[in-house]
């Protein structure tokens, strides 16, 4: 019975501990129920994200503000000052990004996830002592920060400009530009990404996003200087300035044209070059171009030609003539001669002293073109020795007065009147009269051809001139080297000593085997051809003709042998004897 009742004690202390039990539990469901619903559809008190208090926050205000917090944390404002441009960037543009959606989701689960978490959560809420700080994620694309600091790079960085200076034409005018050195500008991009990696770390939570522009000076490298610098450029600007003062003007000492240079031109033959191995204050100089200076002058007679001295017969007397020096132009010199004027830095030599134009306005940019005296071949003092006195020998052959062969003889005269013969010369009479052509001024006349017959050809009866200065040349004495006579013979010539003539054919030549200079003078009037050979007696002339031998009978005229000769006694005593045969054919 005792036992019975034991157990029925226990079991009633049971069963009012399990009530017990059931109303705490029953009262704590309460509690939270009730807690709960003080904040439903807001955040709970206390909780914040990135430092904002958003107790009370629906969920759309939650989203708007943490957005909008993001945003400001993306705006902000980073500037990079150089030292002539600044750049601004925002954190969004370095590639800051911030996961607002995930702070929102934080801040709103908070009481809302788990019985016990919600409960103490909720209790904590109401009593006021929650404090919940919930990170506004955030990460900087690296990729895209790196692509930023590039841009940024390459906006900053600039070549090192070297210092220089051109010519710049406008039709007549020229003017100089001048550019300024400046130093190349290279941006350290490791240092610059990290820079604004640990500014961006600076300004992230728990400082508040600010409206305020951070400054950031641009780190650069050192700077790399121009090779080409302001020494050298202030060196060199006055020389170019004084080329484009005034023309300059090169004149001619022997008579061809001056060589008078625009500005405009002076920058066609002077420029400026560099030399960055040259010393400081020389790596800019003025220079000149002897090819430009001389395409300019192509068209200017600049070189003149000297001229022989001569001997030609006045009154009857000879005289000197020509033998006047020519002048080649030293182009190279000359251009070096216009650098000199041009720029300024002109010495005695260089400026002339008289012969300026007095239209000049300034004559210190004038000078005398370079050049070499060309002497001529034969000078005035060697034709002078050579001892042209007198006339030592001459010889005429008849003319008959209206004969057309006339003219071409009077053409002929023309021609070979003036031949002067050096000694040891020869002279070759086809060479020296040319070819007999109409449009030369021969006409028609009769000619012995090869067959013996007598034709009609422009230029025909030159041979008389051939005839006439051969027997000139035999009794001066000198060496007559080729000569042919006819095949027919005419009264008019001596017998065998006489020649014909044929262009490209017969030939006569002379040789002046005499010490002496000849000038042979020769002239046809209506009665008669006449050359005359002046010089220094040389030589005594002897000669003989033989009878005519072997006689052939013609009905027009007779064929014969003949057979002449000449002995040449020379100033020493000696003498040589030359002796020819010659046959004439019959005519019938």
């Known amino acids: 019975m005792t036992q019975l009742k034991s157990w029925i004690g226990e079991r009633r202390w049971l069963v009012g501990s399990g009530a017990a039990a059931v109303v705490v539990l029953a009262a704590l469901v309460v509690a939270v129920v009730l807690v709960t619903r003080l904040h439903t559809g807001e955040v709970l008190p206390g909780v914040h994200v990135d430092g904002i208090a958003l107790g009370g926050a629906d969920h759309d205000e939650l989203a708007d503000i943490v957005t909008e917090r993001a945003e400001d944390r993306a705006s902000q404002r980073i500037e990079i000052v150089g030292e002539d441009d600044t750049i601004t960037v925002t954190h969004a543009e370095l590639g800051e990004s911030h996961d607002a959606a995930t702070a929102i989701d934080r801040a709103w689960r908070q009481g809302r996830q788990g019985f016990v978490a919600r409960l103490t ?23 895209q920060l790196d692509d930023r600091v590039q841009r940024i790079a390459e906006a900053f960085d600039r070549d090192e400009q070297e210092a220089d200076i ?6 007549d005018d020229v003017e100089l530009e001048v550019t300024e050195p400046e130093p190349g500008v290279t941006v350290l991009t490791d240092t610059l990404r990290d820079d604004l990696l640990d500014l961006i770390d600076e300004r992230a939570a728990p400082n508040e996003p600010t409206d305020d522009t951070a400054t950031l000076d641009v780190p650069l490298a050192t700077p790399t200087e121009p090779a080409i610098t302001t020494a050298d450029l202030q060196a060199v600007v006055p020389l170019a300035q004084e080329v484009i003062n005034g023309p300059v003007i090169l004149r001619h000492p022997a008579g061809g ?35 430009h200076l001389e395409e300019l002058v192509a068209d200017l007679d600049l070189t003149v030609d000297p001229v022989e001295a001569t001997v030609t017969l006045v009154d009857d007397q000879p005289r000197i003539e020509g033998g006047t020096r020519g002048f080649e132009p030293d182009l190279d010199a000359a251009t070096d001669r216009v650098l000199a004027l041009a720029t300024g830095i002109a010495d005695d030599d260089d400026v002339l002293d008289d012969d300026v134009p007095d239209d000049v306005e300034r004559p210190e940019r004038v000078g005398e073109l370079p050049g070499a005296s060309v002497e001529p071949d034969l000078s005035r003092q060697e034709v002078k020795e050579l001892g042209i006195e007198e006339v030592v020998s001459s010889y005429s052959t008849p003319l008959t007065p209206g004969q057309p062969r006339n003219e071409n003889l009077a053409l002929a005269a023309q021609l070979l009147d003036g031949a002067l013969l050096l000694p040891g010369e020869r002279l070759s009479l086809n060479e020296r009269l040319g070819p007999r052509t109409a449009d030369r001024g021969f006409i028609e006349n009769g000619y012995i051809d090869e067959d013996g017959e007598l034709v009609s050809v422009v230029g025909g009866g030159v041979s008389q001139m051939a005839t006439t200065l ?3 040349a035999w009794f001066a004495g000198i060496e007559v080297i080729q000569f042919q006579p006819h095949s027919l013979y005419f009264e008019r010539y001596p017998e065998g000593r006489e020649a014909t003539l044929a262009w490209d054919a017969i030939d006569l030549v002379i040789e002046n085997d005499s010490p002496h200079g000849i000038l042979i003078a020769s002239a046809a009037t209506e009665g008669q051809l006449e050359v005359s050979l002046w010089s220094t007696p040389w030589a005594e002339v002897t000669t003989e003709t033989s009878d005519r031998l072997d ?29 020819y045969t010659h046959r004439y054919d019959p005519e019938d």
Do not use: K
Request: charged share 35%; no cysteine.
């Open 166 to 171: 051109a010519f710049v034409v406008d039709g």
């Open 551 to 579: 006689v052939e009978e013609g009905d027009e005229r007779d064929g014969f042998l003949v057979i002449f000769s000449r002995t040449i006694t020379y100033p020493d005593g000696s003498s040589r004897t030359e002796e």
């Open 121 to 143: 959560t909720n209790v904590r809420a109401w009593r006021g002592n929650l404090d919940v700080q919930i990170a506004l994620p955030q990460r900087v694309d690296t990729d």
């Open 470 to 472: 051969m027997n000139a």
């Open 257 to 291: 044209d001056h060589i008078e240079l625009s500005p405009v031109e002076l920058t066609e033959v002077l420029r400026i070059d560099r030399d960055e191995d040259a010393t400081e204050g020389e790596r800019l100089q003025v220079v000149g171009d002897a090819d």
